[in-house]
């Protein structure tokens, strides 16, 4: 298995652009979230989806968007860049069955919004 | 132990010494808490989980306790090796439909001296 895998590893938009940030994982896991890290900071959960066509948001959404189309796929987009998105993001998954919420993370996405 | 602000909480130990890092957590109805470790350029890695119904949890080398009554949680790290070097988050998950929206705490910086 990949795990969870996330596309680019670096990014440096411009102020105002659009991009998409691709997440995915081979686990059939049925819960995927998407978190920020900035510096000397945790991690904020931005969105979840805790299965295919259902989605949340968590608790810094604005300015993000995601779907769930498929199980092993949860793409976050980015709407109109600003340099307070400036930070890494992480994409997560986990089976959230049997009462065990352990979350395997992606390597992450290092952003940079000039 | 962990602390809002900006700067991360750090702990140096040498090697062999066994390593506490402490944790207070915010929600009272929190059910479940997840310890995390991060090393640079990383994505969190998955130490050891722990329930509200429990008091303390052993894994290899690495004990987590719970004190439900003071919101406070514990990592304890055995014969700490220098490939633990590395920040250490607590996370917390209030539970029923919101599992795995984990809450992630500041984090805390552990180096290891040879």
């Known amino acids: 298995n990949a795990g969870v895998t996330q596309t680019p590893k670096f990014q440096v938009l411009k102020t105002g652009q659009s991009m998409t940030l691709q997440c995915a994982q081979d686990m059939n896991h049925e819960y995927m979230s998407w978190y920020r890290q900035d510096p000397g900071m945790g991690l904020r959960l931005i969105h979840y989806s805790v299965g295919a066509g259902i989605t949340d948001q968590g608790e810094v959404p604005n300015g993000y968007n995601v779907s769930r189309s498929t199980t092993e796929d949860f793409p976050l987009r980015l709407l109109s860049a600003a340099p307070s998105q400036t930070s890494v993001y992480f994409c997560?998954?986990?089976?959230?069955?049997?009462?065990?919420?352990?979350?395997?993370f992606g390597p992450g996405t290092r952003l940079t919004v000039t | 132990g962990e602390s809002v602000g900006l700067h991360l909480p750090t702990l140096s130990v040498q090697e062999g010494d066994n390593s506490i890092i402490n944790c207070a957590y915010s929600n009272s109805a929190s059910d479940y808490f997840i310890w995390y470790k991060q090393e640079s350029g990383k994505g969190p890695q998955f130490i050891i989980d722990?329930?509200?119904?429990?008091d303390k949890r052993q894994g290899q080398r690495v004990t987590v306790l719970l004190n439900k009554t003071v919101k406070h949680l514990s990592l304890q790290i055995a014969a700490t090796q220098p490939g633990d070097s590395a920040v250490y988050f607590c996370a917390e998950n209030i539970g029923g439909t919101s599992y795995g929206k984990l809450t992630f705490g500041q984090g805390t910086i552990l180096t290891v001296h040879p």
């Open positions: 997560a998954s986990s089976y959230g069955q049997g009462g065990t919420y352990e979350q395997y």
């Open positions: 722990i329930r509200s119904n429990m």
